[in-house]
């Protein structure tokens, strides 16, 4: 069975206030501990050979002169591991191969992009471990290689797998393809549609990949024992979905693998897959030694999932008067060295913030010789965002429509059927469009070179499985232990503020943390914004058990009846109008009798938690233009996003912020450049360029609450939405400041300032 | 594995020593901020590391005959903090402090800028511009040359095995003078120059320009100074056309590559936006003093 | 092989380490010393996880030789708080909302500490160049602005 | 008999079939006609499919009940980062 817990409003003591989060003293102190912070006794150092090509056949790897290395434990290649048959993995519920998964942590019958692991050696200091990497000798067929993504579906391209026929294509190709799978989101009849229209609008985009950028490299630490139990410490947002990958491609026992998440430090959605955790492992079970691995930033660009990158076209035809009768899109998706991009996000998130009768969306999904991808907030939905919101934008010009009451026009709103599947619910699309345009900002003056955008995003949130426990400790503390790993946004604050909300006791006697896999059963990634939502549900499932029992435990004690005894404010209470008065008890008094009246009152919940409420948000931002020399300022950002509820305002301004620094940063200056060779030439962050504290305004922020219908207090996920506009409103924006109409990303100073030479002599694309 | 040594010689005369004795094998450690990356990443392999800010001489700021000799081991952040030094050439400082961080800035010196031999090292069109000259020691003695004769293309200088860049010598202001150094980098802060323009000029009393020198950093395999775009300076009052010439002049001798920091097209454009920005910051200057 | 042995001061405590010639004063604090508060994030210097003070100056440790260290006085994240009193900047990055994932913070406060020092009354633009050669990438750096001027007001008394 | 609909991207995988009505009375009861009715479903039966049942949206649910009466859908399984 599946849980939805259904929303009571009611008055509320801690939910919606700023308490300090639970890690703040530790992260200001530098106290807490994140992955490269662990040490075990007699730890080796494991470090990894890489590929310097971008395509090659692996013909031999010869690893005994660095065997012979004075200090070299271990060194594992391909033979130390087990090849895999194609098999979507069912444990972990990512769509992922595990026959994919396998080539990817440790390169096979070929290296698919500069970068990707070939050796790994285990060594008793880092000096030893990087000069026995040197004596690994490997011998390589170069291979053609292909980079871009419309180069790679062509017919001619170089084929990255030879196994690997276009899915989704009737009847089925007999030939292979990078392009690993087709997929058709349609509905009505898209013909008949743009007949309707008047104006019709059709472009082509292009975006580079961009990586997620979270400052902490992936490390690990691992420790086999003689009797096969491991031990892996990782910085992970999902330490379950870690387990179950790693004793799938080492064929080990689940049970057997203890696995504890770390401090992460950062990972918007970087960190669901594995990478150095089953070498860190397999070098351990070798030289029987704990193993630590950590990343340099190079490695972490040249071999971590950044996402796609991507060429989307946009058709949108609309009334005179402003209604959008058809809509069609082309979706070309990097996924990168393997199969698996998120394209199939992408898809369904391209025009589901208005009602279209007529749509139809095309996505593909395109291996390249590139690092495969991996989930970046709101996978794939910022880049045909990008598209879609900047024909919206042109339309409405063309128009003379304000747009955002273009949008207004045609908002998606509660009953409103999507082309993807299912009618959307309440959600506060249209509150967020409304409180844009009456914001303070969407009216204030501008100067010269400088120009306003809007653009808009959807983004579905999503439940899944999740379990919590919580213990009433002897003084009637709380310790709540959750499965949702806190991927920073604080939600170990949120779930405390519920649980000490339905407890009716103060915040700082609830103390969350994150339990290991051996202390909860299986969850889900925090991924899909779901770890306040579901995390959430599950936290205060497991409160109203234990307050179930407490109540219980309190009827025994008074010898009442259990209907009579109520729970408010953190006290057993005689329920108003029960049959028997009685002493009230409190929590603390409780818990000190709980050992000698039956022992300790714990709740605990299991769920498969659905019901996540999709996030809207609009976003209104100002630029200035440099016309000499290209440079785009932001001068002013608002963001409106209805967040269901904001459990702690706070830490939602943090993620609305953060989200679209890191869309701004998306929009102007990150991008990959690589070599004719196919190698990556800007592997650190001196030349990719994630935004630096004087690139960017303060961002303001308009919390709308909606609430989910489906959640005890309301949440949606919050994380996400807030990437999605940010290019598409940056390139609205520059076209009204500038008259220039961007569609490729980024819009660094170069683009800007060929784009603005082109429009002065007349050669500007319509 | 061969073992990496590290010295700290307390006088050019040891380290010249020791410089002599590691056949090619050694490499100078000032501010450390391009050679502990360029290590760690494996692109170069000494087996001798030469720490040289023990040496007084590679330490120590001096004002002389009205002209400033400093040490080219000098941090970057002590020379912005010396006022006085600050003070007379504000070009000179513009280009240095845009090396880096603030925390980059507390390690990284002039005299690694300059034999790094980047050619979007920051600090080095403001210097040549400023007419700045090295002093350099080596087995055969000592030398004096102007700072644009030692990088010779990317990571190439023209100084001879054993040589050590000692200090570097400004000379003597006229009245009437300002410097300026300005670059384009894609963020606020942080990048390498896509292109960098140092302008020094001097006026004479009737507000006319008399002398200039006009560097650009990023356009070329090294600092490329540029008379035409100084000439188109001199005897103007640096006016809208003197500057609209000053601007054609610099774009028109640039020779730069398309890369990851920008493309050809882009640093031609902009050299000359950056080269009258900076005229026009040093005319400022000039004016005030 | 023969390693350096390196007497230096850390948050005023005398301290002795053995090191090789190419470990960097971060590797000598995080796997001698065993102080991983302090944060590598690249190695290269752009990024400021790694921010220490040496004889009072903000630098990146990644970018400065174990061995150079020799004599100095080095101050680290674990230094800040006076025994059980955190620092203003501690406190008003809490009571901001000023971190999330914690991997820069160190960092940041370590500079914004550095800043103040040089500039008690800094304006949101000069905050926002002074910590530029910090990264973070979860705050939009929004409320890391807030708090470090919201610091400075309660240092100046003001 | 209950309502079912499929979402136009696993028409590949029904031969072109999205609307049929079946007698099930769970996600997992329809998951196992489906895989028999239609093989090419299967791996995404197993792994990448969300269902809708009168409007509320499930993900991996085999338990949850289906009513005579419901109208069902299915479509592609949303994840994120």
Redesign the interface.
């Known amino acids: 069975m599946s849980t939805m817990v259904k929303y009571e409003e009611k008055p509320l003591k801690v939910v919606g206030t ?1 308490p ?2 639970p ?12 992955a ?2 662990y ?1 075990l006794p007699g730890q080796l150092i494991g470090k990894v050979l890489r590929s310097p090509h971008a395509h090659a056949r692996l013909k031999s790897i010869d690893t005994s002169a660095a065997l012979a290395l004075p200090g070299v434990k271990a060194v594992v290649t391909r033979d130390d591991f087990a090849d895999m048959a194609s098999e979507f993995a069912a444990s972990g519920e990512l769509t992922i191969n595990f026959r994919d998964v396998t080539r990817n942590m440790m390169a096979r019958e070929k290296v698919f992009y500069d970068g990707h692991p070939v050796a790994a050696v285990a060594a008793t ?3 030893i471990a990087r000069a026995a990497l040197k004596l690994i000798k490997v011998e390589y067929e170069v291979l053609p290689h292909v980079i871009d993504v419309v180069e790679a579906m062509k017919a001619d391209a170089p084929i990255l797998h030879e196994q690997q026929f276009t899915d989704g294509v009737t009847p089925k190709p007999d030939k292979p393809s990078n392009i690993a799978k087709r997929m058709v989101f349609a509905r009505g009849d898209l013909e008949a549609g743009f007949k309707q229209a008047d104006l019709i609008i059709e472009h082509e985009f292009n975006t580079k990949p961009v990586h ?6 992936q490390a690990c630490l691992a420790s086999y024992s003689e009797d096969g139990q491991v031990e892996l410490w990782t910085g992970t947002q999902g330490h379950f979905v870690f387990r179950a990958q790693c004793a799938k491609v080492l064929q080990m026992d689940t049970g057997k693998l203890r696995v504890t998440p770390t ?4 990972g ?1 959605g970087g960190k669901n897959n594995i990478y150095g955790e089953p070498l860190a492992i397999a070098l351990s079970r070798k030289s029987q030694r704990p193993v630590k691995m ?1 990343m ?2 190079e490695e972490v660009f040249r071999a971590t999932g950044p996402t796609s990158g991507a060429n989307v076209k946009v058709k949108i035809g609309c009334t005179k008067d402003g209604r959008i009768v058809a809509a069609e899109a082309e979706l070309n998706f990097q996924a990168g060295a393997f199969a698996g991009s998120s394209v199939g996000m992408a898809c369904p998130c391209t025009f589901t913030r208005y009602d279209i009768d007529n749509v139809r969306v095309v996505g593909h999904d395109v291996t390249v010789n590139r690092p495969k991808v991996a989930a970046y907030r709101a996978p794939g939905a910022p880049i045909i965002v990008f598209g879609v919101e900047s024909v919206i934008d042109e339309l409405a010009k063309a128009l003379a429509i304000d747009p955002i009451e273009f949008r207004l026009k045609n908002a998606a709103k509660e009953g409103t059927q999507t082309y993807y599947g299912p009618k959307l619910g309440p959600i506060g699309y249209i509150e967020t469009l409304t409180k844009a345009k009456a914001h303070p900002h969407y009216r204030a003056p501008l100067g010269p070179n400088q120009g306003r955008g809007v653009a808009t995003g959807f983004w579905f949130n999503i439940g899944m499985e999740t379990s919590s426990r919580l213990n009433v400790n002897e003084d009637g503390t709380v310790t709540l232990i959750m499965g949702t790993v806190d ?4 939600s170990r604050a949120s779930m405390a503020m519920m649980v000490a909300e339905e407890f009716g006791i103060a915040y700082d006697r609830v103390r969350p943390v994150i339990g290991d896999t051996n202390a909860l059963g299986f969850n889900f990634i925090t991924a899909g914004s779901r770890g306040t939502f579901a995390g959430g549900m599950a936290a205060v499932l497991s409160a109203r058990e234990a307050i179930g029992k407490l109540r219980q435990r309190v009827a025994q004690i008074r010898e009442v009846a259990l209907e009579d005894v109520l729970w408010k404010d953190g006290v057993a209470q005689p329920a108003p109008g029960g049959a028997k008065q009685f002493a009230p008890m409190t929590l603390a008094e409780i818990a000190r009798m709980a050992g000698k009246t039956g022992g300790s009152i714990s709740g605990q919940s299991e769920i498969n938690a659905q019901g996540a409420g999709p996030g809207f948000c609009t976003h209104i931002v100002d630029v200035e233009v440099d016309k000499q020399t290209g440079a785009v300022k932001i001068l002013r950002y608002t963001i409106v996003q209805d967040v269901g509820k904001a459990i702690h305002p ?2 939602v ?2 993620q609305m ?6 869309g701004i940063g998306w929009s102007l200056n990150e991008e990959y450049f690589y070599g004719a060779d196919g190698v990556l030439q800007n592997p ?3 030349d990719y360029r ?5 690139d ?1 305004p ?2 303001d922020t308009v919390i709308v609450e909606v609430p989910n219908p489906n959640h005890p207090y309301g949440v949606r996920g919050c994380g996400e939405v807030s990437i999605i506009p940010p290019i598409a409103a940056i390139s609205n924006a520059i076209n009204n400041a500038v008259g220039i109409r961007l569609r490729n990303q980024p819009m660094s100073p170069p683009a800007v300032l060929k784009a603005l030479g082109e429009a002065a002599s007349g050669k500007t694309k319509s | ?1 061969n ?4 010295e700290a010689p307390k006088t050019l005369k040891a380290a010249l020593a020791l410089l002599a004795g590691a056949n090619g094998s050694a490499r100078m ?1 000032a ?3 391009d050679l ?2 360029q ?2 990443s494996g692109r170069i392999e000494p087996e001798l ?1 030469l ?1 040289l ?1 023990s040496i007084p001489e590679m330490m120590t700021i001096v004002s002389k005959n009205g002209g400033y000799r400093f040490g080219a081991a000098v941090s970057c ?1 002590d020379l912005i903090e010396h006022e006085a030094f600050a003070k007379a050439w504000p070009g000179v400082i513009d280009g240095i402090k845009l090396i ?5 800035k ?2 990284a010196s002039v005299g690694g800028n300059l034999c790094n031999a980047s050619p979007a090292a920051d600090s080095v069109p403001a210097l040549i511009a400023a007419g700045a000259r090295v002093s350099i020691l080596g087995p055969n003695g000592k030398r004096e040359v102007p700072v644009e004769e030692i990088p010779i293309g990317p990571g190439k200088t023209s100084l001879a095995p054993g040589e050590i860049v000692v200090s570097i010598l400004l000379p003597k202001r006229p009245a009437h003078s300002g410097d300026a150094y300005l670059r384009f980098t894609p963020r ?3 990048d390498i120059a896509v292109v960098g323009a140092g302008v020094n000029l001097t006026l004479d009393g009737r507000g006319k320009c008399r002398q200039a020198r006009v560097c650009l950093g990023a356009v070329a395999d090294r600092a490329l100074l540029v008379p035409e775009a100084a000439a188109a300076l001199i005897g103007t009052k640096v006016d809208a056309a003197a500057l609209e010439r000053l601007a054609a002049a610099a774009s028109a001798a640039c020779r730069p590559i398309d890369d990851k920091r920008g493309t050809r097209e882009f640093r031609i454009k902009v050299a000359g936006v950056m080269a009258r920005r900076a005229a026009e910051l040093a005319l400022t200057r000039a004016r005030g003093n | ?2 390693k ?1 042995r390196v007497s230096a001061t850390v948050n005023g405590d005398a301290v002795e380490f053995l090191c ?3 470990q ?1 004063l971060l ?1 000598v604090l ?1 796997d001698e010393l ?16 790694c ?1 220490v003070t ?1 004889e009072g ?4 440790s ?4 174990g ?2 260290a020799a004599g100095k006085s080095i101050q ?3 230094g ?2 006076q025994g059980e009193a ?1 620092h203003p900047l ?1 406190r008003k ?5 000023a ?8 960092g940041f ?1 370590i ?1 914004a500490r ?2 103040l020092e040089r500039n008690p009354d800094p304006s ?2 000069e ?20 708090a470090v001027l919201d610091a400075a007001r309660e240092m100046r008394g003001a | 008999m209950a309502r079912i609909s499929l979402s136009n991207e696993l028409k590949p995988y029904t031969g072109g079939a999205t609307r049929l009505a079946l007698d099930v009375a769970s996600v997992r009861q329809l998951f196992e006609v489906l895989g028999e009715q239609y093989p090419d479903l299967c791996p995404y039966l197993e792994t990448g499919i969300a269902v809708a049942i009168d409007g509320e949206i499930y993900q991996d649910a085999l338990l949850q009940p289906i009513r005579g009466d419901s109208d069902v859908l299915l479509f592609t399984k949303i994840a994120g980062g």
């Open positions: 700023r300090i989060r890690d703040g003293v530790d992260k200001v102190t530098g106290r807490a501990r994140f490269a912070d040490s200091s880092e000096s997620q950028g979270y400052i902490e490299p401090e992460l430090g950062g918007f950590v340099t930033r991927v920073a946004g604080g706070a830490y301004e943090g912020q953060g989200a679209a620094v890191q650190g962050f001196l994630v935004p630096v504290a004087s960017v303060f961002i | 594995m073992e990496l040594r590290y450690l501010g450390g901020t502990v990356i290590m760690r590391l720490d800010k952040m880096g961080s603030i925390q980059v507390a390690r606020t802060e942080m | 092989m023969a350096h090789e010639t190419q960097t590797d995080r065993h102080l991983t508060g302090t944060k590598e994030g690249c190695g290269t210097g752009d990024c400021g996880a921010s040496v100056r903000l630098m990146c990644c970018l400065m030789l061995v150079e680290t994240i674990e800040m708080a955190l501690q990055f809490l009571e901001h909302a971190l999330q994932c914690g991997v820069c913070t160190p406060l500079a550095s800043l949101e633009e905050v926002r160049y002074g910590l530029a050669g910090n990264l973070c990438r979860c705050t939009g750096y929004h409320k890391i602005v807030e």
